[in-house]
């Protein structure tokens, strides 16, 4: 970050600007629920997909730095109309994206697939100190590092080489977000078996290329690499890395416990050193 102290605060207060306008548009659909009269069977549920840092550990924006918390730590609200003795209240569990989808299975009364990894969050609604025990949680991008944490310590694990070669693309539609895989990422598919959650269904593996069309991660742009354990208790902030062998070892069993429940393909370990 290279910018002045005038241009920051111009920046800033864009965002703000932003904000504000979403929080206008909120008021609106909030007034259509109170003159609807929709309170009483209607369930809104307000979150996002990422963080941004505007400044904060010298960085503007998301993905290239490691995942501070600025980035993971998202926000999450749930109104329903069931649960209106627990208006106003937070909760401490901890929550990640993938619960949403479950979560509003639950709402409807369906019961989430078999292979469905979140957990319905309508089971924190009532109790003050409900949680997910013991639960330990990852996210990062594709090609890049793995953030895990349990609620209080965040560790950020970089692969020994995120340059190195080895990492493969599973696909039936063989697209990137900006544009078709190139022909040559498509000469080194192969049909492999499928994963327990395509059920049975074989799938397209390419090598993953460092010059594929997608955001320049797997480039080698990811920047400030090297493991960090921090402790959000004593430094919320994330100011200074700590180290402690316990909080580490028990952090990454979790995250091969993680991994192992999403089906992480053998590739992944050996990439990530683990």
Not at 126 to 138: H, K, L, Q, Y
Not at 246 to 258: I, S, T
Request: proline share 6%; charged share 25%.
């Amino acid at each position: 970050m290279n910018e002045t102290e005038e241009e920051i605060a111009e920046i800033r207060a864009c965002y703000a600007s932003q904000i504000r306008m979403l929080d206008e548009y909120v008021g609106r659909l909030l007034d259509i629920m109170d003159q609807e009269e929709m309170w009483d069977n209607t369930a809104i549920i307000m979150s996002t997909d990422h963080g941004f840092l505007l400044g904060e550990h010298g960085w503007w924006g998301k993905s290239r730095m490691p995942y501070y918390e600025e980035m993971s730590h998202i926000p999450l609200m749930i109104c329903h109309p069931g649960y209106k003795n627990s208006a106003g209240r937070r909760s401490q569990a901890l929550t990640q994206t993938i619960d949403l989808m479950p979560t509003i299975l639950d709402i409807f009364g369906i019961k989430a697939g078999k292979h469905v990894t979140g957990q319905s969050l309508l089971s924190l609604m009532n109790a003050d100190t409900a949680s997910f025990e013991d639960r330990i949680v990852a996210f990062g991008l594709f090609a890049g590092p793995i953030g895990v944490t349990d609620g209080r310590y965040v560790m950020l694990h970089y692969p020994p080489d995120v340059l190195g070669e080895g990492l493969f693309e599973y696909t039936l539609m063989p697209q990137h977000m900006v544009r078709p895989f190139a022909p040559k990422e498509l000469a080194t598919a192969k049909l492999v078996k499928p994963f327990g959650f395509t059920d049975g269904i074989p799938l397209l593996r390419m090598d993953a290329r460092r010059d594929a069309a997608r955001p320049p991660n797997l480039g080698g742009s990811f920047m400030e690499q090297g493991f960090r354990l921090y402790d959000l208790k004593s430094d919320p902030e994330q100011r200074t890395p700590i180290r402690n062998q316990a909080v580490e070892a028990r952090l990454y069993q979790g995250l091969r416990d993680y991994m192992e429940t999403h089906e992480a393909p053998g590739e992944a370990y050996v990439w990530h050193g683990l």
